[in-house]
Antibody, heavy 115, light 113 residues
């Protein structure tokens, strides 16, 4: 069965970076886009960008450009999202999400606290 | 970017009654190649990731109870819960996957009256 397992929860200081991993299993890793969505405490869902693991192509939301990096490792079927120059506004739960036209599988989410 | 607007922001419905949530997009979500609307509905309970209920505006995800249904086309969409159960208390989001940034509605909080 499809699983997306995330790791990397942490408390970070302002100005630092955070790197979150998302290990995929149960499907052909290179066939689907992987998106990242975040949710600040008590607020809604915010799209950050996507990566296509087959060739590493990426596309980011304008507000994160220059501050976000998404990479993939086909040997371990893992995608990574790194966000730099953190501020308190980046405190949120970060999700990786598989896109099969629509979002069909979500990771469990990782809380990043910037304090 | 396509703007998604849900109404109402919150809703209280009695058990067994119908709940209706609306979603409006700033441009048509009708995908010409398959004549389907690129609109999904998600349910999110506290401490959990969102779960897809409906995609292509009206296709129910496998395992989702048939009391959940989606309708609409173009720019106006509706999620209907025909007979509210206690486990349906959650926040509901619509999302477009038609083009560009995958934008979400602001969410509708559904509670029991």
């Amino acid at each position: 069965q499809v699983q997306l397992v995330q790791s990397g929860a942490d408390v970070k200081k302002p100005g630092a970076s955070v790197k979150i991993s998302c290990k995929a299993s149960g499907y052909t890793f290179t066939t689907y886009y992987m998106h990242w969505v975040r949710q600040a405490p008590g607020l809604g869902l915010e799209w950050m960008g996507w990566i296509f693991p087959k060739n590493g192509d990426t596309n980011f939301a304008q507000k994160f450009q220059g501050r976000v990096t998404m990479t993939s490792d086909t040997s371990t079927t893992t995608v990574y999202m790194e966000l730099s120059r953190l501020t308190s506004d980046d405190t949120a739960v970060y999700y990786c999400v598989r896109e099969n036209w629509y979002y069909d599988y979500w990771g469990q989410g990782i809380l990043v606290t910037v304090s | 970017d396509i703007v998604m607007t849900q109404s109402p922001d919150s809703l209280a419905v009695s058990l067994g009654e119908r709940a209706t949530i609306n979603c409006k997009s700033s441009q048509s979500l009708l995908y010409s190649s398959n004549n389907k609307n690129s609109l999904a509905w998600f349910q999110q309970k506290p401490g959990q990731p969102p779960k897809v209920l409906i995609y292509w505006a009206s296709t129910r995800e496998s395992g989702v109870p048939d009391r959940f249904s989606g309708s609409g086309s173009g720019t106006d969409f509706t999620l209907t819960i025909s007979s509210l159960q206690a486990e349906d208390v959650a926040v509901y989001y619509c999302q477009q996957y038609y083009s560009g940034p995958r934008t979400f509605g602001q969410g509708t909080k559904l509670e029991i009256k």
